[in-house]
């Protein structure tokens, strides 16, 4: 004997039902849909007869909170996503990976040596207004999709928090070094983490934003 399953327009219903007590982001609602439908089927695995308003009335008891719950769907979905993100930025500081780490660090070693210290000035200068330039970039392409759907993300915001918040965080040396006389192979080591970092986070957001887009359009 099969199941009793939601229809799609019980399940628009759930939708409604979440849009009505102001979910922020899709995704999340995505989830709470999921977790009413499958607590409406198991009501239906012990009584078939029941109706889909009595059941969703029953599960609404339960679940009445809708704030208590997008905070608990929050808090899962945000842990998955830095979780799915650190592995892989950890994937790229691997071995045999960690070897272009080398070598860019020693690479930009080798140019500094060579250059006057207030071109290195400049240098560090301009590198921090292309990371700060950077940020507002990925901010851009995450608002015009998410504009372009009507549609806001929790992952999209865990990606561009956790990505912005490293990046900024690596204008540090650079400001340091135009302050303070730092060695040249830290800042060359601070260099060749950021170029990979980018190059790590280009890719993880362009993945993100088709994958969602796909997806949602």
């Known amino acids: 004997m099969n199941e009793k399953q939601l229809s799609a327009a019980q399940i628009q219903e759930l939708h409604k039902l979440a849009e009505r007590n102001a979910i922020k982001y899709y995704d999340v609602e995505l989830e709470i849909v999921d977790h009413y439908a499958s607590a409406i089927e198991a009501i239906w695995a012990e009584n078939p007869n029941v109706s889909f308003d009595e059941a969703q009335k029953q599960i609404y008891k339960e679940f009445w909170d809708f704030k208590s719950l997008q905070k608990k769907k929050e808090q899962v979905l945000h842990r998955l996503a830095q979780k799915e993100i650190n592995l892989k930025i950890r994937a790229a500081f691997s071995w045999p990976k960690i070897i272009t780490f080398f070598l860019l660090t020693i690479l930009f070693y080798s140019i500094g040596i060579q250059i006057p210290y207030k071109a290195g000035l400049a240098l560090a200068a301009s590198l921090a207004v292309i990371l700060i330039g950077y940020v507002l970039y990925k901010l851009y392409l995450i608002k015009r999709l998410e504009s372009q759907l009507n549609k806001r993300f929790l992952r999209l915001k865990t990606i561009a928090l956790q990505h912005n918040s490293m990046i900024l965080l690596l204008t540090i040396p650079l400001g340091l070094f ?12 601070c260099l060749a983490f950021a170029s990979i970092f980018i190059f ?3 890719q993880i957001l362009q993945n993100e934003l088709s994958r969602f887009e796909k997806q949602f359009s």
């Open 200 to 202: 790590v986070s280009v």
């Open 178 to 189: 135009e302050s303070l006389p730092m060695p040249l192979v830290i800042f060359s080591a």
